[in-house]
Protein backbone atom coordinates (compact mmCIF):
# COMPACT_ATOMS: atom_id res chain seq x y z
CA UNK A 1 0.00 0.00 0.00
CA UNK A 2 0.82 3.40 -0.37
CA UNK A 3 1.56 5.42 2.79
CA UNK A 4 3.27 8.64 4.58
CA UNK A 5 4.19 9.20 7.99
CA UNK A 6 4.93 12.53 9.89
CA UNK A 7 5.20 13.06 13.18
CA UNK A 8 1.59 14.82 15.15
CA UNK A 9 3.22 16.97 16.82
CA UNK A 10 6.56 19.18 17.51
CA UNK A 11 7.35 21.70 20.21
CA UNK A 12 10.41 24.58 19.43
CA UNK A 13 11.37 27.27 20.38
CA UNK A 14 11.51 31.48 18.83
CA UNK A 15 14.72 32.16 16.77
CA UNK A 16 15.22 28.21 17.17
CA UNK A 17 15.64 26.05 14.23
CA UNK A 18 13.06 22.79 13.42
CA UNK A 19 13.22 20.02 11.20
CA UNK A 20 10.23 18.12 9.86
CA UNK A 21 10.41 14.26 8.97
CA UNK A 22 8.69 12.59 6.12
CA UNK A 23 8.81 8.90 5.25
CA UNK A 24 6.79 7.89 2.48
CA UNK A 25 5.61 4.43 0.28
CA UNK A 26 4.00 5.32 -2.95
CA UNK A 27 4.03 3.15 -6.25
CA UNK A 28 6.60 5.27 -8.02
CA UNK A 29 6.95 8.80 -8.02
CA UNK A 30 7.08 11.87 -9.16
CA UNK A 31 7.76 14.52 -6.70
CA UNK A 32 7.33 15.87 -3.02
CA UNK A 33 5.31 18.95 -1.56
CA UNK A 34 4.97 20.26 1.68
CA UNK A 35 2.43 22.81 2.74
CA UNK A 36 1.50 25.03 5.72
CA UNK A 37 -1.63 25.16 7.05
CA UNK A 38 -2.99 28.03 9.94
CA UNK A 39 -5.50 26.87 11.73
CA UNK A 40 -8.68 27.17 9.88
CA UNK A 41 -7.22 28.45 7.45
CA UNK A 42 -6.06 27.10 3.46
CA UNK A 43 -2.98 24.89 3.08
CA UNK A 44 -0.52 27.30 1.00
CA UNK A 45 2.35 25.47 -0.98
CA UNK A 46 5.70 25.59 0.39
CA UNK A 47 7.81 23.65 -1.60
CA UNK A 48 8.22 20.65 -4.24
CA UNK A 49 11.58 18.33 -4.54
CA UNK A 50 11.59 15.65 -7.11
CA UNK A 51 15.38 15.04 -7.36
CA UNK A 52 17.80 14.48 -4.87
CA UNK A 53 19.14 17.16 -2.46
CA UNK A 54 18.63 20.14 -0.02
CA UNK A 55 16.29 23.06 -2.01
CA UNK A 56 16.46 26.47 -0.17
CA UNK A 57 13.89 29.41 0.03
CA UNK A 58 14.74 31.85 2.57
CA UNK A 59 14.04 30.66 6.12
CA UNK A 60 12.65 27.20 4.65
CA UNK A 61 14.86 24.14 3.07
CA UNK A 62 13.40 21.19 2.06
CA UNK A 63 15.32 17.96 1.51
CA UNK A 64 14.50 14.71 -0.60
CA UNK A 65 16.27 11.23 -0.81
CA UNK A 66 14.41 9.19 -2.85
CA UNK A 67 16.50 5.75 -2.38
CA UNK A 68 15.78 5.91 1.35
CA UNK A 69 11.82 7.77 0.88
CA UNK A 70 12.35 10.12 2.70
CA UNK A 71 11.95 14.21 2.97
CA UNK A 72 12.40 16.80 5.52
CA UNK A 73 11.51 20.59 6.20
CA UNK A 74 13.96 22.73 7.83
CA UNK A 75 12.80 25.83 9.19
CA UNK A 76 15.48 28.04 10.71
CA UNK A 77 14.89 31.06 12.91
CA UNK A 78 11.63 30.49 14.05
CA UNK A 79 9.38 33.08 14.29
CA UNK A 80 5.59 32.69 16.36
CA UNK A 81 4.05 33.00 13.32
CA UNK A 82 5.48 29.47 12.04
CA UNK A 83 3.22 28.13 14.46
CA UNK A 84 0.48 26.03 11.85
CA UNK A 85 0.35 22.79 10.37
CA UNK A 86 2.60 21.53 8.06
CA UNK A 87 1.73 18.56 5.33
CA UNK A 88 3.59 15.64 3.35
CA UNK A 89 2.72 14.86 -0.05
CA UNK A 90 4.01 12.43 -2.25
CA UNK A 91 3.04 12.20 -6.20
CA UNK A 92 3.14 8.62 -7.27
CA UNK A 93 3.50 6.67 -10.86
CA UNK A 94 -0.63 8.14 -11.98
CA UNK A 95 0.54 11.75 -10.85
CA UNK A 96 -1.80 11.26 -7.19
CA UNK A 97 -0.80 12.77 -4.19
CA UNK A 98 -0.55 11.00 -1.04
CA UNK A 99 -1.15 12.97 1.86
CA UNK A 100 0.36 12.81 5.83
CA UNK A 101 -1.77 13.54 8.58
CA UNK A 102 0.18 16.44 9.21
CA UNK A 103 2.75 17.35 11.78
CA UNK A 104 1.53 20.69 13.96
CA UNK A 105 4.23 22.86 15.47
CA UNK A 106 3.82 24.59 18.11
CA UNK A 107 6.21 27.63 18.71
CA UNK A 108 7.17 28.81 22.54
CA UNK A 109 8.45 32.20 23.35
CA UNK B 1 -2.27 35.53 -7.48
CA UNK B 2 -4.81 32.19 -7.79
CA UNK B 3 -7.76 32.53 -6.35
CA UNK B 4 -9.87 29.81 -5.02
CA UNK B 5 -13.33 30.75 -4.00
CA UNK B 6 -15.56 28.17 -2.54
CA UNK B 7 -19.25 29.86 -1.78
CA UNK B 8 -19.49 29.03 1.82
CA UNK B 9 -17.17 29.00 4.96
CA UNK B 10 -19.93 27.04 7.26
CA UNK B 11 -22.79 25.19 6.73
CA UNK B 12 -25.69 23.63 8.63
CA UNK B 13 -27.88 20.77 7.57
CA UNK B 14 -29.71 17.94 8.55
CA UNK B 15 -29.68 14.58 7.72
CA UNK B 16 -30.84 13.50 4.42
CA UNK B 17 -31.13 16.67 2.70
CA UNK B 18 -29.16 17.82 -0.82
CA UNK B 19 -25.99 19.55 -0.23
CA UNK B 20 -23.82 21.66 -2.86
CA UNK B 21 -20.77 22.85 -1.87
CA UNK B 22 -19.42 25.34 -5.04
CA UNK B 23 -15.76 26.59 -6.09
CA UNK B 24 -14.66 29.21 -8.18
CA UNK B 25 -10.95 29.57 -9.87
CA UNK B 26 -9.88 32.55 -11.66
CA UNK B 27 -6.94 31.85 -13.02
CA UNK B 28 -8.01 29.30 -16.25
CA UNK B 29 -6.69 25.95 -14.18
CA UNK B 30 -7.48 22.72 -16.19
CA UNK B 31 -7.78 20.72 -12.67
CA UNK B 32 -9.89 20.95 -10.10
CA UNK B 33 -10.04 19.05 -6.84
CA UNK B 34 -12.39 18.06 -3.80
CA UNK B 35 -10.76 16.97 -0.80
CA UNK B 36 -12.08 16.17 2.48
CA UNK B 37 -10.03 17.22 5.53
CA UNK B 38 -10.59 14.68 9.06
CA UNK B 39 -8.77 15.43 12.35
CA UNK B 40 -6.05 12.53 12.46
CA UNK B 41 -6.17 11.83 8.72
CA UNK B 42 -4.29 12.92 5.71
CA UNK B 43 -6.44 14.98 2.82
CA UNK B 44 -8.75 12.44 1.22
CA UNK B 45 -9.60 12.76 -2.61
CA UNK B 46 -13.33 12.42 -3.53
CA UNK B 47 -13.21 13.61 -6.93
CA UNK B 48 -10.91 15.61 -9.67
CA UNK B 49 -11.84 16.74 -12.56
CA UNK B 50 -9.28 17.46 -15.71
CA UNK B 51 -11.63 19.40 -17.77
CA UNK B 52 -15.01 20.61 -18.85
CA UNK B 53 -17.72 18.24 -17.76
CA UNK B 54 -14.86 15.52 -16.88
CA UNK B 55 -14.59 13.61 -13.46
CA UNK B 56 -12.63 11.28 -12.31
CA UNK B 57 -13.80 9.33 -8.74
CA UNK B 58 -10.48 9.69 -5.87
CA UNK B 59 -10.66 7.87 -2.90
CA UNK B 60 -13.56 8.53 -1.01
CA UNK B 61 -16.33 9.32 -3.97
CA UNK B 62 -19.30 7.00 -2.11
CA UNK B 63 -22.42 9.35 -1.22
CA UNK B 64 -21.07 12.26 -3.34
CA UNK B 65 -21.13 13.54 -6.90
CA UNK B 66 -19.78 16.67 -8.90
CA UNK B 67 -20.32 18.71 -11.49
CA UNK B 68 -18.16 20.64 -14.06
CA UNK B 69 -20.07 22.66 -16.74
CA UNK B 70 -17.91 25.61 -16.81
CA UNK B 71 -14.22 25.59 -16.86
CA UNK B 72 -14.04 27.46 -13.28
CA UNK B 73 -16.35 26.15 -11.62
CA UNK B 74 -16.33 22.70 -9.71
CA UNK B 75 -19.59 22.08 -7.52
CA UNK B 76 -19.69 18.87 -4.84
CA UNK B 77 -22.88 17.66 -4.70
CA UNK B 78 -24.02 15.60 -1.14
CA UNK B 79 -26.53 13.34 -2.70
CA UNK B 80 -28.03 12.34 0.58
CA UNK B 81 -26.15 13.50 3.49
CA UNK B 82 -25.47 11.91 6.70
CA UNK B 83 -23.55 12.51 10.03
CA UNK B 84 -20.48 10.95 8.78
CA UNK B 85 -19.85 13.72 6.20
CA UNK B 86 -19.58 16.45 8.65
CA UNK B 87 -15.74 17.52 7.64
CA UNK B 88 -14.13 20.21 6.32
CA UNK B 89 -13.98 20.44 2.53
CA UNK B 90 -11.59 21.61 0.60
CA UNK B 91 -11.73 22.94 -3.05
CA UNK B 92 -8.35 22.93 -5.30
CA UNK B 93 -6.86 23.35 -8.50
CA UNK B 94 -3.65 23.63 -10.71
CA UNK B 95 -2.36 24.47 -14.11
CA UNK B 96 -0.44 20.92 -14.37
CA UNK B 97 -0.84 17.65 -12.90
CA UNK B 98 2.59 16.83 -13.20
CA UNK B 99 4.71 19.00 -11.22
CA UNK B 100 2.61 22.37 -9.85
CA UNK B 101 1.40 22.80 -6.67
CA UNK B 102 -2.97 22.58 -5.86
CA UNK B 103 -3.41 26.17 -4.79
CA UNK B 104 -6.56 25.77 -2.15
CA UNK B 105 -9.58 27.84 -1.59
CA UNK B 106 -10.44 29.10 2.54
CA UNK B 107 -12.68 25.46 2.77
CA UNK B 108 -16.07 25.06 3.88
CA UNK B 109 -16.69 23.53 7.55
CA UNK B 110 -19.80 21.18 6.98
CA UNK B 111 -21.86 19.99 10.36
CA UNK B 112 -24.36 17.05 9.50
CA UNK B 113 -26.56 16.93 12.20
Known amino acids: GQNIDQPTEMTATEGAIVQINCTYQ??????LFWYQQHAGEAPTFLSY??LDGLEEKGRFSSFLSRSKGYSYLLLKELQMKDSASYLCAAMDSNYQLIWGAGTKLIIKP | DVKVTQSSRYLVKRTGEKVFLECVQD?????MFWYRQDPGLGLRLIYF???????EKGDIPEGYSVSREKKERFSLILESASTNQTSMYLC????????????FGNGTRLTVT
Open chain 1, 49 to 50: NV
Open chain 2, 27 to 31: MDHEN
Open chain 1, 26 to 31: TSGFNG
Open chain 2, 49 to 55: SYDVKMK
Open chain 2, 92 to 103: ASSPRVEDSPLH
